[in-house]
Each structure stands twice: as structure tokens, then as C-alpha cells.
């Protein structure tokens, strides 16, 4: 089906930080992911608070170097490109960091932060940016006179939409977007789905949208990608994966999903303990918490497992799981 | 039914825009008893932020406005409160959990420190005791490797172990009144479930009355007891959780929540966003400040503003702000 080279390609990531006390004073908050991101396609990445999500998506960016494993951008690795070459590259995907406040500069205002990137890859011509800048905004349901303020004068919505508009406003190839809706209620939310989804049609813009509300991902999604403690556990094109999650965790998550209605039970809580980053358990990283869990499950890493079902492509679907045998 | 530890009577804030003066939270009137948790819904930039932190005497001036008739905590009326009373009830009496950790946590200090810190002046536990206190208010976040939590700083943490932290040092104080800003966005759904079962552990075993300020309405159905919708800084329903979900009488929470996706295993669903955009502010419609998105708007709804009243009669604790309610015939259209 795909016989470019995809956009995105990740390939055995590891991302590690430096702390204090653990295995040699390292922490693996990635621990060799990989996955692939075709144009015009929206990859879901779900996981455990804590799991590796962001460090995923700074690496990706080179924000933190990733310490071994490989990203390549249109086949082409990016910690190997000239200056010149990461520049355009760096218009080309933009992220959404997870926390607006931070990103977005205190001092400037709303203008300034969505026209300068406009400017500096010089985007349109000079006059024309102003009025970019707010059509951009209108798309994320704000109005013009946002664009005088500064991002204390906003509420915590406003300034995750503005922060999206800055990624749109290039009109990158790849967006990666980091819990970019989290703080909107149901109504815009829908609003900038229809929106996600209507750039990837007709701009062809692909994005790997991380996101804890799983009815977005539906939404969205193409294929989905489950992270539990630095390690993705299953990746799964998205209807699949809400129908027929294999991996427990997957299963856990999905049944944990608030119901608009208060007569329904709540969910339970997830028993065992939650393992330390620092001192992984062996073997299978979930099994502390398993409710399947099995002896070898304690002592043998469960490897990838490509399930094999009639009419289901056969790299579709990929678990960890050692409930799984090919 | 218990009595009410935080009374709010025509809270009022305005802010200064691009255009001109916005009164953004309109004389809101509302109680919240003890051990009960009140949900707090409304659209993105509705004011449910500038409520809490009207409530908390944190609104900045001179760039917002707060006045009150009164804003009773217990016995004590914080509006008449000069700064340095209102910093001793804060924290110790009423708490916040700040919609953004960054804001609230110091990037210069370990968080075992700022959480101790916390611990030692609202509990009077001495240094020892506070590390130990600390350290198992973490774990029941859901924190594993709490002793390297204790030694990190804030940009060393994820961003829902920056909010877990937030939630556990606001926890700690155990106040009476804690105000909980979108507390678990950055929360996958099993941690999620874990932690609203500790803050309503946190009103069983110490009274505490938590405002929920949340846009996830599955979060509402799990946690509260009864719910406040906000539209452009009114009040337009409030009610007990169950009426609010089988039998919304204002057009915009029945819109809300037709607006909520539901993970359903056959169908992606898609979902109907409410026509329409919020109102600015600055300029808002006279009468009902829905019209303009409103199905059941007629001329009276642009003219006369509906005022709070019960839905059926003088002693329901169900009430609506809107002169044609979807229980009662629907209206000329
Ligand atoms: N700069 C850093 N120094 C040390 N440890 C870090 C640093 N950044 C992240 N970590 C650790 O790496 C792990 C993964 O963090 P990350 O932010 O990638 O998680 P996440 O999946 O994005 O979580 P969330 O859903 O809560 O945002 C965590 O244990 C975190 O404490
Ligand atoms: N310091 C300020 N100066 C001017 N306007 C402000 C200021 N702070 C907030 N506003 C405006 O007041 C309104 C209410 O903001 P508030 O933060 O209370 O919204 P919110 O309901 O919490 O929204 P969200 O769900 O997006 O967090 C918004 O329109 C916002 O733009
Ligand atoms: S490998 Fe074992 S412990 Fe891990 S998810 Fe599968 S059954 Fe559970
Ligand atoms: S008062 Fe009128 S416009 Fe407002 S919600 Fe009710 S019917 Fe709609
Ligand atoms: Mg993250
Ligand atoms: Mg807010």
C-alpha cells in the first residue's frame, strides 16, 4: 500500500535522564520504541501518566538526544542533518508542548508568539501575516482580540488553542501534539477535531497526537500506540483497538474510562503496585499489576507478537504480551 | 443534610480587555456543604478560573475587579478579610489544586521540599515526620519511586506527576474547602480513578468539601453529588448529579452534553459541537446570554435576563436560569 518511505519513522528509541539513585543513576523513560507515521495519517499515542510519552516526543524533536535508536524524517535521520536541512525540517513538524504556560513566552504577546514564526521562515508576505494570524485563531474558536494579549490574560483553554494555531500556522507536514486538547470542554473539543481532521484531508498534515481522553483518539485516530513504563505494548489500527484490545493493560485503560452517567459503577482502581521507573520489574513490565498474570510472565520479556486473524493485514497489529503466540 | 461550609452571594469579577471592561463572573450565588463535592462545568473561558481564584483572594489587581456580598467560610466573611488573615485561612482552610502545576510549583525547590514545607505549617509535623508524611501522601497518587519524586524538581516530572504532586500537597493541608481546577487532565483514566477516589476519601475522612472545576462531564457522573453549569459567568443550572444527567432542563447543558463522545465499541460516534461561538466578554447580548446559540430563543430570551429559580417549585435544589426550560413545551421557534 505504502510504497514511499513513511513520513515518520521511529526505530528502537531509547531515552534516558540522569537522577539520582537507581541503575547507575539512570532513569530509562524510553526504552526501545518503534513505530511509524505515514503522510496524512493520525498516529493516537495513549500510556500510563509517566510513561515515556513526552520524552518520545522531545526526542523526536531533538529536544533531548535520545540515547540510542534513530528517527528518520521523509528516511532521512535527523541527528545526523546539516544545520541547514534541520532548519527546514524544523518548519516542517511542529509540536504542541504539554504545557502551554511554559511554552509560551510571558513577556510577549499573542501577536508577537504566532507572527514571528511566520516572519523567521518567512511565510507570506509581511502584510499578509497579520491576517494569517487571525483566521489561524478563528479556526481554534478565539476571537481576533486575543491577539493583543498575553498569555496571563488568557484562560487555560485559550492558551492551549493559541498554542495549537502556532503549530498550524506554518502548515507543517507532521504535528505533534501533547495532551494538546486536555483542558477543553466537550463543545470546542469537537470543534477542533473537525479541524484536525479536516487539515489532515485536505493539507495532508499527519500528526502523533498524545492524549489521555481516549473517546478523542477514537475520533481520530488511525492506528494507536499503548506505552506502559518506557515501553510501547501494543500498537493497533484504532477500530481494532477499541473492539479488540489485546494487551490487559490496553483492556484496563479502556474499561477505566469515566461514563457520562452517574448510575453506572465506577471504575475500579487498578490493584498492585505501581512499579518504579527507576528499578523496572523484570520480565514483563505490567506484571505487578496483571490481572492475567502467568509465572513466565515474572522472568521472560514478552516480544513483539504480530496477531494473525482472517481479513486483518498481517503487520497490522502488534502486542507484548505473552498471552499472545504467533 | 450537612451544613454549608463555604456560602458565595453575588460573587462579581471584572477584567480589563481589548474591549473595554468584562465583567466575566456575573453575581454568582452558591453553597457547598461539608463533605460534599460540588462540580463546577462550563465552556473554555467561561470564568470558572477567575471564580476560584476570586474565592481564594488571588484575583490580580489592579487588572481584575472582585466584589461580593459575602463569601462566608464557617463563621468568618473573607470579602471584610485583610491580605494578611486571608493568608493564614489559605491553605490551612481552603486549598487549590492550580489547573496549571507549573504555575504553583517552584522550579528552584525539590519537591520534597516544597511538600514538607506544606506539611510542617499546616500540621505541625517536625522535619522527620514531614519527609515520612510526604512520602505517603505520594504513594496514594499513585506515585511509585517516591523517594526519587522527593529528591527531583518540577521539570524532572511528567506532566500528571507535576499535577499528582499538586493534588497530594493540597491534600496534606486536609482543609475544609479545597478547590480542585481540572485536577486530573493530565491523568491517564486508571490513575484518574485512583485519585478521585482519594479526594472523596479526603471528604469522608476529614469533612472536606471540594468545588471540582472540570469540562470532562464523566468525571462529574464519577465524582459529585451535585453540579453548577457556567455560561459567560452565570450560573445557568445547577443540580444534583442524577437530575442533571437524566433530566437537564437549560438548553445548554442538554447541549453539552450531546456533546460528549462516548467510546462505544461498534461506532466512532461522531459528536455535535454546540453552533455557534461564546460570546466575547466584553460584548455580551443583552437578556440571555445564550440566544444567540439558543434552539428555543424567542425575543423575550434577547431582552430579559432569566433569572436562577427552582425547576419544579419553591424547595427543589434543582434550579435553571431560562425562560423556556426543556421540560415545559417548547417555545415558537
Ligand atoms: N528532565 C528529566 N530528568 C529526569 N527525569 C525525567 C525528566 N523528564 C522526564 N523524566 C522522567 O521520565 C519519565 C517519563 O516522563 P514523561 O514526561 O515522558 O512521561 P509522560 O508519559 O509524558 O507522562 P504524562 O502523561 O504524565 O505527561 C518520568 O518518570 C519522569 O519523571
Ligand atoms: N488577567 C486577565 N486579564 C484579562 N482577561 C482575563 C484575565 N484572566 C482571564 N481573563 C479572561 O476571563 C475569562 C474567564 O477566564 P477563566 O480563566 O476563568 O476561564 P475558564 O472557565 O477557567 O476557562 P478554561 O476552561 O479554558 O480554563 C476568559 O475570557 C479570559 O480570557
Ligand atoms: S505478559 Fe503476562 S503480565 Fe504481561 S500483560 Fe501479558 S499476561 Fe500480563
Ligand atoms: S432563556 Fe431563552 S435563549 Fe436562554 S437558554 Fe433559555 S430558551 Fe434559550
Ligand atoms: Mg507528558
Ligand atoms: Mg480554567
Known sequence: MHTNPPLLSVRDLVVKYRVKGGRGGLLTAVNGVSFDIHAGSIFGLVGESGSGKTSLAHSIMQLVQPCAGEVLFHGENLA????????????????????????????????????????????????????????????????????????????????????????????????????????????????????????????????????HDLAVIQQLADRVGVMYLGKMIEIAPAHRLFRQA???????????????????????????????????????????????VMEQCRVLEPLDTQINEPGLKNTAHHVWCHLWKE | MNRAVLSVRNLSVSVQTGLGLARVVDRLSFSLREGEVLGLVGESGCGKSITAAALMGLVPSPAGIVTA??????????????????????????SMIFQEPLTALDPVFSIGS???????????ENRHQARRSSVEMLERVGMADAHRIMQSYPHQLSG?????????????????????????????????????????????????????????????????????????????????????????????????????????SAQVQRVQAIPGLVPHPAALPDGCHFADRCPRADSQCRTLTPQLQAVDGQKSIHRHACHHPLSSPSHAH
Not at chain 2, 491517564?188 to 469540562?215: K, N, P, R, W, Y
Open chain 1, 80 to 211: 545526523h542533518m546539516k544545520q541547514a536541512s534541520l532548519q527546514k525540517t524544523r518548519r516542517n513538524i511542529q509540536l504542541v508542548f504539554q504545557d502551554p504556560l511554559a511554552s509560551l513566552s510571558p513577556r510577549r504577546s499573542i501577536a508577537q508568539t504566532l507572527i514571528e514564526p511566520l516572519d523567521h521562515f518567512r511565510i507570506d508576505v509581511a502584510g499578509k501575516r497579520h491576517a494569517r494570524a487571525c483566521r489561524a485563531l478563528e479556526t481554534v474558536g478565539l476571537e481576533p482580540d486575543v491577539l493583543q494579549r498575553f498569555p496571563h490574560e488568557l484562560s487555560s483553554g485559550q492558551r492551549q488553542r493559541v498554542a495549537l494555531a502556532r503549530a498550524l500556522l506554518p502548515e507543517p507536514e507532521l504535528i505533534i501534539a501533547d495532551e494538546a486538547v486536555s483542558s477543553l470542554d466537550v463543545s470546542v473539543q469537537a470543534r477542533i477535531i473537525e479541524l484536525i481532521l479536516d487539515l489532515r484531508q485536505n493539507l495532508g498534515i499527519a500528526f502523533l497526537f498524545i492524549a
Open chain 1, 246 to 292: 489485546a494487551h490487559p493493560y490496553t483492556r484496563a485503560l479502556l474499561e477505566a474510562v469515566p461514563v457520562p452517567d452517574p448510575a453506572h459503577a465506577n471504575p475500579v482502581v487498578l490493584q498492585g503496585e505501581p512499579p518504579s521507573a527507576l528499578t523496572p520489574p523484570a520480565g514483563c513490565v505490567f506484571h505487578t499489576r496483571c490481572p492475567q
Open chain 2, 69 to 94: 456580598d459575602q463569601i462566608m467560610l464557617g463563621d468568618k466573611n473573607l470579602v471584610q478579610l485583610d491580605e494578611a488573615s486571608l493568608r493564614r485561612v489559605r491553605g490551612s482552610e481552603i
Open chain 2, 114 to 124: 516544597q511538600l514538607s514545607t506544606v506539611i510542617r505549617r499546616h500540621r505541625g
Open chain 2, 160 to 264: 500528571g506527576m507535576r499535577q499528582r504532586v499538586m493534588i497530594a500537597m493540597a491534600m496534606a493541608c486536609r482543609p475544609r474547602v479545597l478547590i480542585a481546577d481540572e485536577p486530573t487532565t493530565a491523568l491517564d483514566v486508571t490513575t484518574q480513578a485512583q485519585v478521585l477516589e482519594q479526594l472523596s476519601e479526603l471528604g469522608q475522612s476529614f469533612g472536606t468539601a471540594i468545588l471540582l472545576i472540570t469540562h470532562d462531564l464523566g468525571v462529574v457522573a464519577q465524582a459529585c453529588d451535585r453540579a453548577l453549569i457556567m455560561y459567560c459567568g452565570r450560573i445557568v443550572e445547577e443540580a444534583p448529579v442524577e437530575a442533571l444527567f437524566t433530566a437537564p432542563t437549560h438548553p445548554y447543558t442538554a447541549g453539552l452534553l450531546a456533546a460528549v463522545p462516548r467510546i462505544s
